[in-house]
């Protein structure tokens, strides 16, 4: 089964942890509740529920949300009866083990070089979630990190989609995860001060996408996986489909190391290219689920982007970020959770914190409860410090 001569990629399962709900049913519901106020840590993840005391001592959190995302979605996805070497893991992440590295670092200056834990490395090394999925689950195909910032999550989904459609791969455990804000060591997380004085962080505590007085993002901590597997083997084994993956876009602005390029321009030909390379014309995409971060500038070029792309008022769009702040690196992963729930259901999540539309924003910014629409393709857009850019596109399985 192929579109085009590539092989047909569909959604089978699907894990997230999030401070708004863990698993995908408290996590859509909590979608429509109250707006993310100050740091988002996940209250309700417990190690325990994945690790033995040992590993959960030698996992960094952000590994720790990884594996935990990823036999969310296995289980929900069910026994995918594909061979080991043609299964694999792609996997994002922003920072890595930025915990792990502050905890040491306390420990070094407080204690001495000597007393520095020789698991270090193996913890903040940024593909240890993935290497973490490989081992917990068995799969020996490719495993990798994506690393670009907030686009990171999205990147490792396109990356993905690819090795299925190209044949090399039969299913893929592929999402993102993100702990920059654990209180490790005793001291304020310094991914909460790092962030704080660039001035990129929310000064009133509040996420408010797209709203007049937004003043800067909410950081949070979040973990999402997705499986992706090859159409006629999903059909074959009886597996519950949620959505198939249409597209994907990458590109870079070439302009700034954290301002998006003026207008938006990369992230206009990121859409473009996700749209053809999913075969879709602009006026079929049902909805787009917006990176929307709450940043005076990123909100702003990201709406001219979308006018530049699909004019107005264009497909309904949401900010989930919100409800859950920004995950970094995780975000991509828990917005395509999110895109692909939002086809299943018929339903589009709200932007929380919104109460004043930007006046320069002309978009159809969904408020209020969630909006019922008639399913089709969903863009679900991430865009990340250093110009990176990522989209992918999301739809209703149709013959």
Not at 315 to 335: F, Y
């Amino acid at each position: 089964m192929d579109r085009g001569g590539r092989r047909r990629v569909v959604v089978t399962g699907l894990g997230v942890l999030a401070s708004c709900g863990i698993g995908k049913e408290a996590f859509f519901a909590g979608l429509a509740g109250a707006p993310a106020e100050g740091p988002q840590w996940i209250d309700g993840f417990d190690p325990a529920d994945y690790f033995d005391p040992k590993e959960a001592r030698q996992t960094d959190r952000f590994a720790q949300l990884s594996v935990a995302a990823a036999q969310l979605a296995l289980t929900d996805a069910g026994e995918l009866g594909t061979d080991p070497t043609r299964t694999g893991v792609i996997f994002g992440t922003g920072t890595g083990g930025l915990a792990t590295i502050q905890e040491q670092l306390v420990v070094l200056v407080a204690k001495g070089p000597r007393r520095v834990s020789p698991r270090l490395v193996p913890m903040m090394m940024g593909n240890a979630g993935a290497a973490a999925i490989s081992i917990r689950f068995g799969v020996r195909g490719p495993c990798e990190t994506v690393v670009t910032a907030c686009a990171s999550a999205t990147h490792a989904i396109g990356n993905a989609f690819r090795l299925v459609g190209d044949g090399r791969c039969d299913a893929v455990i592929t999402g993102g995860a993100e702990a920059a804000i654990s209180r490790a060591g005793g001291l304020d997380p310094i991914g909460i001060t790092a962030f704080a004085n660039m001035t990129a962080l929310s000064t009133s505590g509040h996420s408010r996408p797209f709203d007049r007085r937004r003043d800067g993002f909410v950081i949070a901590e979040g973990g999402g996986a997705i499986i992706l597997e090859e159409l006629g083997h999903a059909i074959a084994r009886g597996a519950h489909i949620y959505a198939e993956v249409l597209g994907a876009g990458s590109t870079a602005d070439a302009y700034h190391i954290t301002a998006p390029a003026p207008g938006g321009e990369g992230a206009v030909a990121c859409m473009e290219l996700a749209l053809a390379d999913a075969g879709i014309a602009p006026e079929s995409v049902a909805h787009i689920n917006g990176h929307g971060t709450s940043t005076p500038l990123n909100d702003l070029a990201e709406a001219e982007a979308i006018e530049k792309v699909f004019g107005l008022p264009g497909p309904p769009v949401t900010s989930i970020k919100g409800v859950t702040g920004h995950s970094l690196g995780a975000a991509g992963a828990l917005e395509a959770v999110a895109s692909v729930l939002s086809i299943e259901r018929g339903l589009i999540p709200p932007t929380a914190g919104l109460e004043e539309q930007d006046p320069e924003i002309h978009l159809d910014i969904v408020t209020g409860p969630p909006r019922a629409f008639d399913p089709g393709p969903v863009l679900s857009n991430s865009f990340g410090f250093g110009g990176h850019n990522g989209c992918l596109v999301f739809g209703p399985v149709t013959s």
